[in-house]
C-alpha cells in the first residue's frame, strides 16, 4: 500500500478540486470508469448529485479517499479481516464496507449505517481526492441505469452542460467495476458486488 498520490498536481486539476470544494459535480478518471465527484460532506452537493444521476435515494454513494489515513472522517472502526485486504489491495478497484462514522450524511450512506470506500490506484483520482480534501465521492459517471462512461465523450453525452466540470483524462481501462465487500461476523467476508478482483483470491484462507 503506497502513501499519498504520485506526481505533482496539473492546473486542471486543482480546477477541478475547487469546483469540488465550492459544491460543484466534477466527472473524473479512475482505473475503471469515469466518476462523479462531490464533497461527501456537503449535503447539499449530495441532493445535486442525486438529481443528476437520477439516482434513487435508497442507493448509498461510495467515497475515495487520498490515504487510508482519511477513514477517520468516514469510518467508526476498521474490522480486522479488511486490514490485509487493504494492505495487499488498496491501492486498487476494491471497495470496502465500513462502519459509518455517526454524523456522516444519511445521503452517503442510504441510511444504512456503513459507508462504502475505495483507494483508487488512478494518479489523477488521488490527487483530486487530495486537492480536494482528502475525500470525494466516486460514483460512477452515468444516468442510473445506464452502463458506466469509460471516456470523456460518453460523460459528456449523458450529462453535457449539467456536469460543473469534466477532468480529462482520456479514456479508462473499461471491463469490470470495482469489487465490493462487506465484513461478515469476526473474519468472513461477503460479496455484495463482484468485479475486477476475483472474490476467491480475495477471501481469508481458511
Do not use: C
Not at 102 to 108: E, I, Y
Amino acid at each position: 500500500m503506497t502513501d499519498g498520490p504520485a506526481g505533482p498536481p496539473s492546473a486542471e486539476e486543482r480546477r477541478a478540486a475547487l469546483v469540488i470544494r465550492q459544491g460543484g459535480v466534477v466527472a473524473f478518471p479512475t482505473e475503471t470508469y469515469y466518476g462523479l465527484a462531490v464533497d461527501p460532506f456537503n449535503d447539499q452537493a449530495l441532493a445535486r448529485l442525486f438529481r443528476l444521476k437520477q439516482r434513487p435515494l435508497t442507493k448509498p454513494v461510495l467515497v475515495l479517499i487520498e490515504a487510508v489515513s482519511g477513514l477517520e472522517r468516514l469510518a467508526s472502526g476498521i474490522p480486522p479481516q479488511f486490514k490485509p485486504l487493504m494492505a495487499r489491495f488498496w491501492p486498487g478497484p476494491l471497495t470496502l464496507i465500513f462502519p459509518a462514522r455517526p454524523g456522516l450524511s444519511p445521503l452517503l450512506t442510504a441510511g444504512t449505517g456503513t459507508v462504502g470506500v475505495r483507494l483508487s490506484s488512478h494518479p489523477q483520482a488521488r490527487r483530486l481526492a487530495a486537492l480536494a480534501g482528502g475525500a470525494i465521492t466516486a460514483t460512477s459517471a452515468n444516468l442510473s441505469g445506464q452502463p458506466p462512461a469509460a471516456g470523456e465523450a460518453e460523460v459528456l453525452r449523458q450529462f453535457g452542460a449539467e456536469l460543473d466540470y469534466l477532468l480529462a483524462g482520456g479514456d479508462t481501462a473499461g471491463g469490470q467495476p470495482s469489487t465490493v465487500l462487506a465484513a461478515a461476523g469476526e473474519a468472513g467476508l461477503t460479496l455484495v458486488r463482484p468485479g475486477a478482483l476475483a472474490f476467491p483470491a480475495l477471501a481469508p484462507t481458511p
